[in-house]
C-alpha cells in the first residue's frame, strides 16, 4: 500500500485545513486508516483514526476540533482541522494498517499554525 499525504500549509490560529491521504496498491487489505503527527523535539503522536466500518477514534487534545472520514471506496482518508491553536503545528503523516496488521505510512505533511 502506497500512501500520498496533500493539504498542508500554513495558517492562522483559529484557521481550518483539510488534510487528505490518497492510498494505492493492495488497496482492499486496508483496515484502519489514521493522522500521526510528529511536532520538533518531540515523539511520534496519534491524532485520529477510523476503521474499514467508520468507527473513529481522537486523541483527546484534538476531540471537538477536528473530523476524520473516509470516502467510499476506503482508498482515501481526509482530517478536517478546525480551531488550529500553535500547539498543532507539526508534520502530519497518513498512516495505514492492513487487515495482517503490516503498517504503512505516507511522506507527512508540514502543518503550520502561526500569526
Known amino acids: 500500500v502506497q500512501l500520498q499525504a496533500s493539504g498542508g500549509g500554513l495558517v492562522q490560529p483559529g484557521g481550518s485545513l483539510r488534510l487528505s491521504c490518497a492510498a494505492s496498491g493492495r488497496v482492499l487489505s486496508i483496515n484502519i486508516m489514521g493522522w500521526y503527527r510528529q511536532a520538533p523535539r518531540k515523539q511520534r503522536e496519534r491524532v485520529a483514526t477510523?476503521?474499514?466500518?467508520?468507527?473513529?477514534n481522537y486523541a483527546d487534545s484534538v476531540k471537538g476540533r477536528f473530523v476524520i472520514s473516509r470516502d467510499n471506496a476506503n482508498t482515501t482518508v481526509y482530517l478536517q482541522m478546525n480551531s488550529l491553536k500553535p500547539d498543532d503545528t507539526a508534520v502530519y503523516y497518513c498512516?495505514?494498517?492492513?487487515?495482517?496488521?503490516?503498517?504503512?505510512w505516507g511522506q507527512g505533511t508540514q502543518v503550520t499554525v502561526s500569526s
Open positions: 477510523i476503521t474499514s466500518g467508520g468507527r473513529t
Open positions: 498512516n495505514a494498517i492492513d487487515v495482517y496488521f503490516r503498517t504503512n
